[in-house]
């Protein structure tokens, strides 16, 4: 059987990783600042994580939704305490986009609405309204189309307003840092007003946080640089260090029904001993305050360089934008210099999005490659 061909694939073939390397079937080590797209946030193979998953599987890998499972109480209890949002309630399921379909269904379910506003550039996954959510006409299929969403340019309060008084939106969905899209945030005050046009409107806010999430820009939840309360916050890629796990956040508001929601994977116990590690790691070894020296570090290495239109984002979830496509300079940073950066649909922007425990001297290694890949790279 063939696979179905739908990655336009590097030719690279990793077989081991440990912390922030990655090496491949011919020996090369790699320095990985994409994790896997956002997924590895504690780093590959650290020792806490292999210790729990295996001893948890020793035990007991997944039984169903339909028996007691207390490592989900552990996990909503650590993560409450971690994030701060103890009094929201979880939802456990197992990616981005199941998170947020589950989300935008909660909203309709809540509201007994059918219509979302998303924003122009976003990414929110694959699947049914998620995708229709994500602005980004090529991966929408006829069968999705029957979804109702509006998009808005980011920072739109007039148009905001317009849509909302129709009273028929069930949710507002926003990356407070879009990361596909290129690293656009918008302001304070717009992610302030839509949250009050929201609560006067009855519409629930949805935060995407399945990227910039657990620990990411250096606080828990990119949100929370704006003092805001989301309805709904969606999480998955660095919750499990690259375990398969996404869930929501729900506001104690929100009312819970017996089948409302649910999995037959979503929040096993695999999945649970993943999430808990990566929360253990991030706390004991204080991952948020170090992606934000890092964070500084990053930007002043990156002022000195030629070239530079712009950096953009927070904490480790971070951008270059040049005034040339970066496309053939990722290229040579992989082949030439063995170090994996990220893309995005700004074709300008060069992302790094590297395991949360990243040190000076892989931002070092980063910075003296990079000035090497670009001479004569900027066509
Ligand atoms: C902000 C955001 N939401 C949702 C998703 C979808 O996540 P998944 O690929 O796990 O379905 C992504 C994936 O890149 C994302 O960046």
């Known amino acids: 059987m ?27 080590k790699y320095l990985d600042l994409y994790g896997g797209h956002a ?24 039984y169903s939704n339909a028996i ?52 122009k550039n976003a990414f929110h996954g694959r699947t049914s309204a998620a995708v229709v959510a ?21 920072g739109d309060i007039e148009g905001l307003k317009v849509e909302l008084q129709k009273e028929d ?16 945030e918008p302001s304070t005050t717009f992610i302030q007003t839509t949250a009050s046009l929201c609560k006067s409107h009855g519409t629930k806010l949805i935060a995407d946080e399945v990227q910039s999430g657990f620990g990411r820009t250096g606080d828990f939840f990119a949100f929370q640089k704006h003092g805001i309360v989301p309805d ?4 998955a890629k660095g919750m499990g260090n690259g375990f398969p796990v996404g869930g929501i956040l729900i506001h104690p508001s929100i009312e819970a029904k017996y089948g409302m929601l649910g999995t037959t994977f979503g929040g096993n116990h695999l999945a649970c001993a993943a999430t808990l590690a990566v929360l253990e790691v991030i706390e004991n070894e204080s991952l948020m305050p170090h992606a934000k020296r ?69 931002i070092d290694q980063f910075f003296d490659a990079l000035e090497l890949a670009m001479v004569n790279t900027a066509v």
């Open 134 to 154: 994500t602005d980004n006409q090529n991966i929408v299929a006829p069968i999705n189309a029957q979804q109702q969403v509006t998009f808005l340019e980011f």
């Open 68 to 119: 007691q499972n207390p490592l989900q109480k552990e996990v909503a209890e650590k993560l409450g305490a971690i994030s701060g949002c103890d009094d929201y309630q979880l939802f456990l399921c197992n990616s981005g986009a199941e998170a947020n379909e589950n989300a935008l269904k909660l909203a309709s379910f809540a509201t007994g609405r059918p219509r979302v506003i998303a924003f």
């Open 2 to 28: 063939q696979l179905f061909d739908v990655y336009p694939l590097y030719d690279v073939t990793p077989i081991k990783a440990k912390g922030v390397y990655v090496w491949d079937k011919n020996g090369t």
């Open 232 to 235: 709904i916050i969606s999480i």
């Open 169 to 184: 939106v069930c949710a507002v969905i926003f990356e407070s840092i879009q990361g596909v899209g290129g690293l656009d």
């Open 294 to 362: 890092m964070e500084s570090y990053f930007i002043k290495k990156a002022k000195q360089l030629p070239q530079l239109k712009k950096i953009k984002g927070r904490g480790l979830m971070l951008g270059l934008e040049f005034d040339f496509e970066v496309g053939k300079l990722r290229k040579k940073l992989i082949y030439e210099h063995h170090i994996f950066t990220g893309g995005s649909s700004n074709k300008k922007l060069l992302r790094i999005l590297p395991p949360l425990s990243i040190q000076n001297k892989h």
């Open 39 to 62: 997924v590895i946030s504690i780093g590959h193979a650290h020792p806490a994580y292999l210790k729990r998953i295996s001893v948890q599987l020793n035990n007991i890998g997944f």
